[in-house]
């Protein structure tokens, strides 16, 4: 697991590495809380979306590029949407990286590139980190609950860490929904605009 010091260390990591080739990086999952100044305290994956210089989202090469300078383990997607980096500290994995690149075509389906596109076409950018939208953020937890909560319909440990993973996504969602009604902040041309994805 990482704490909040660890997830600021391993996104500084990734990032630098990102500048290096030219890339951004938007963190997504549990460390854009950490971005909004609210930071979990701990969590497992630091997952991040990978763009190029523009609005688009980098090669698969680029992921990997990334993968292999920052170390550990890499375990590459066999769709070419992501590649996966273990975190080591001390000679152990303490943690994941998520790489992500999202997928064409994927309307109706999980991290689709048109989402990822608007929503760093629409986020704030700062070095190699952009944020973005909370509306956008707010979707791509959505998706992820439902996205594991399809993948427990079946049995075994598997289902069971699934259906844990989609309650966690879902209590972000009421959590980010909840803090910005309450803050008068939520834009909803945004949220139906990502919503459309």
Not at 20 to 26: E, P, S, T, Y
Not at 37 to 54: A, E, I, M, R
Not at 144 to 160: I, L, M, N
Request: hydrophobic fraction near 40%; aromatic fraction near 4%.
């Amino acid at each position: 697991m990482l704490d909040p010091e660890r997830q600021e260390e391993v996104l500084r990591q990734v990032a630098t590495a990102a500048a290096k080739r030219g890339l951004a990086i938007a963190p997504v999952g549990s460390v854009y809380f950490l971005l909004v100044g609210k930071p979990k305290t701990s969590t497992k994956d630091v997952d991040t979306v990978v763009h190029s210089s523009g609005q688009d989202v980098a090669s698969f090469e680029a992921l990997l590029e990334i993968a292999r300078e920052i170390g550990g383990r890499v375990t590459p997607g066999e769709d070419r949407s992501s590649v996966q980096v273990g975190v080591i500290r001390d000679g152990v994995e303490v943690g994941v990286i998520d790489l992500l690149r999202g997928r064409e075509g994927a309307r109706g389906g999980f991290l689709p590139r048109s989402l990822l596109r608007e929503a760093a076409s629409r986020g704030r950018r700062v070095g190699s980190i952009v944020t973005y939208p909370l509306e956008y953020v707010i979707v791509l937890k959505a998706d992820a609950a439902v996205d594991r909560e399809d993948r427990s319909a079946g049995k075994g440990v598997a289902a069971e860490t699934n259906r844990q993973r989609a309650e966690i996504f879902k209590a972000d969602v009421f959590t980010l929904v909840a803090d910005a009604m309450r803050a008068g902040s939520l834009d909803e041309p945004f949220l139906r605009d990502a919503i459309g994805h």
